[in-house]
């Protein structure tokens, strides 16, 4: 019964949130051409392209509620998150439907509208959460959305498992009894403790909505047979899934055919919204970078040709996404030499093989300029582990923990462990900590987030040489 309540509650949250972008479209058209506070100039509104806007504006914000998991019933439970996560989620929003009002100049919006839109759907998320979790509390507080369960297990593993239940927003529940198995010592509990078969006799059956298992996981292979023994009591029966340390079962298991899996190395790459958002993200940005440093592109390309001999460009085998070989593009800094040497080498920071030029440009990261085609071609991302060569990918695999790791993601231009200051000659390690932070807490904002830190510190790094 608890769960078809949260059942209900989950779908009405989901829908109420999804339908945002309709509400507040419907309010902004009032208050800009309905409601006599501004003026309207005398042509008439072309309410199809405001109708194709609507329809755009739907889509990339039922991507953004996913990637932000908006519509979880959990992140209620923490109001600031839950504020972040809007608050995020509406900016997105407001600059991707900006963004694309400004490239498709078959029709003209009005930027009030546009204005007033975004801000509606901010505060009309804000004000569904806080509803919703008002309501949650207010079920709470008359019990009907408590759930009276026992747990099948009396050691303390068990009640660890009763306290999260008893402060669970998801599905609260008030503890009425523990059933005490075999191998488990007697213990004094806070509430009443029975004997497992004891519970065939109907006169000693407590009421209960839920029974919940929790033993360790040395008893897991128990579980069955515990359930089939209560399924007299026609209560829904759980399991506490305790997976080990640093596992979570959280979106992580599926069913493939008559074959349960667990994810236990996967990678953000693998959500559809993560794909959309991050390669949208990786174009529109590259294809900008690349047009407003053209002209500073040039003169480098000039001054690489007057002061050394050979290419402007370097080229060089790197490794990316899932272990796959590309070439990656810099401007060239050093003077042309043994090319397997170059694979081979770290560069130092008096390295006599660097160019006058050269110097300048690795000391203020200008010579990464061309890897923003690389972004365009899909090799690499803006942000992400960089690329590392092929012969230190192998060394590394061998000598840093879960190194091969950091290949689950694109690799980038710019990353959260060089911004950290974990480049050039530093601790492969600690890069390799940072880079799998990045992976565990990707989100746009965080990308973002990055890029700034990478303006803001990444002239003259004293990594850099």
């Known amino acids: 019964m608890i769960r078809r309540r949260l059942n209900y509650i989950d779908f009405s949250l989901r829908l109420a949130i999804l339908l945002l972008p309709l509400v507040a479209s419907s ?17 008439a509104i072309a309410y199809a392209d405001y109708f194709g806007l609507l329809l755009f504006t739907t889509i990339i914000w039922a991507i953004i509620v996913e990637h932000y998991d908006l519509t979880s019933v959990e992140l209620l439970g923490d109001p600031p998150a839950a504020t972040k996560r809007a608050l995020l989620a509406c900016l997105l929003a407001y600059v991707t439907v900006t963004g694309a ?3 498709y100049r078959a029709a003209s919006f009005s930027r009030l509208f546009v204005v007033f839109s975004a801000l ?14 008002v309501l949650l509390r207010r079920l709470h507080r008359k019990g009907r959305m408590y759930s009276r369960i026992l747990i099948v297990g009396a050691d303390e593993y068990a009640e660890r498992a009763a306290q999260s239940l008893l402060n669970s927003l998801v599905m609260p529940s008030s503890v009425i009894g523990y059933v005490r198995l075999s191998w488990q010592p007697e213990v004094a509990r806070s509430a009443t403790v029975l004997e497992l078969d004891s519970l065939t006799n109907p006169a000693l059956r407590p009421e209960v909505d839920d029974i919940v298992i929790a033993v360790p996981p040395a008893h897991m292979a128990e579980v069955h047979d515990i359930a089939a023994r209560l399924e007299s009591l026609c209560v829904p029966i759980r399991a506490v899934l305790d997976l080990g340390a640093g596992i979570t079962a959280r979106d992580a298991i599926f069913q493939a055919g008559e074959v349960t899996l667990l994810d236990l190395r996967t990678s953000p790459s693998e959500s559809i919204s993560y794909f959309i958002l991050k390669r949208s993200f990786d174009v529109a940005f590259s294809f900008l970078a690349i047009v407003l440093t053209f002209p500073a592109m040039l003169v480098i390309a000039a001054l690489i040709k007057l002061t050394s001999p050979g290419p402007v460009l370097f080229a060089q085998e790197r490794v990316g996404l899932n272990g796959r070989l590309f070439r990656m593009y810099k401007f060239r800094t050093m003077h042309v030499g043994d090319p397997d040497e170059s694979q081979t080498r770290w560069t130092t920071e008096e390295d006599p093989r660097r160019t006058r030029t050269g110097k300048i440009l690795r000391q203020t990261n200008l010579d990464e300029l061309p890897q923003f085609f690389n972004v365009l071609k899909g090799d690499m991302s803006v942000v992400g582990p960089r690329p590392e060569r092929p012969f230190f990918v192998k060394k590394f695999l061998n000598e840093v923990v879960q190194y091969n790791t950091r290949h689950y993601l694109k690799v980038g231009v710019t990353g959260w462990a060089q911004v950290n200051g974990w480049r050039g000659d530093t601790s492969i390690s600690k890069r390799v900590e940072y880079d799998l932070q990045y992976l565990r807490n990707w989100s746009l904002g965080l990308d973002l987030k990055i890029i700034w830190l990478t303006v803001w510190r990444g002239f003259f790094d004293k990594n850099a040489y």
């Open 27 to 43: 309010f902004a058209a009032f208050l800009r051409f309905q409601a006599g506070l501004f003026p309207v100039l005398d042509q």
């Open 101 to 103: 009002t400004f490239f």
């Open 120 to 133: 509606a759907m901010l505060v009309l998320t804000i004000g569904i959460q806080q509803g919703f979790r």
